[in-house]
């Protein structure tokens, strides 16, 4: 079973920027997506990268904003957040799948990280 480690939130104001980081316990080949949920809402996709990294998939609302990388070799996924807004604020899980998806849900997901929080205020 993978372990997987969210680190890097915080409290930051409006347009600064943070970078996530998600360690899994074990080299793995699945994608690897982060999700967010803000208080009292359905969490949502934010952004994923294939095992190998050659394929990304992100979210309207952050596209241009976010990016999200991969060190295969420090089993490690990236989330480089710019441009940050107040509703961005939510807590930011890493999960990952066995397959890539055309919508990544959270159904779709086999791990889960405990999330961090990000909080961007005005």
């Known amino acids: 079973q993978v372990q997987l480690a969210e680190s890097g939130g915080g409290l930051v104001q409006a347009g600064d920027s943070l970078r996530l980081s998600c360690a899994a316990s074990?080299?793995?080949?699945?994608?690897m997506a982060w999700f967010r949920q803000a208080p009292g809402k359905e969490r949502e996709f934010v952004a994923a990268i294939s095992w190998s990294g050659a394929s990304t998939s992100t979210a309207d609302s952050v596209k241009g904003r976010f990016t999200i990388s991969r060190d295969i070799g420090k089993n490690t996924v990236y989330l480089q957040m710019n441009s940050l807004k107040p509703e961005d604020t939510a807590v930011y899980y890493c999960?990952?799948?066995?397959?890539?998806?055309?919508?990544?849900?959270?159904?779709?997901?086999?791990?889960w990280g405990k999330g961090t929080l990000v909080t961007v205020s005005s």
């Open positions: 074990e080299r793995n080949d699945y994608a």
């Open positions: 999960a990952t799948s066995r397959y890539w998806w055309l919508n990544f849900s959270p159904a779709n997901m086999n791990y």
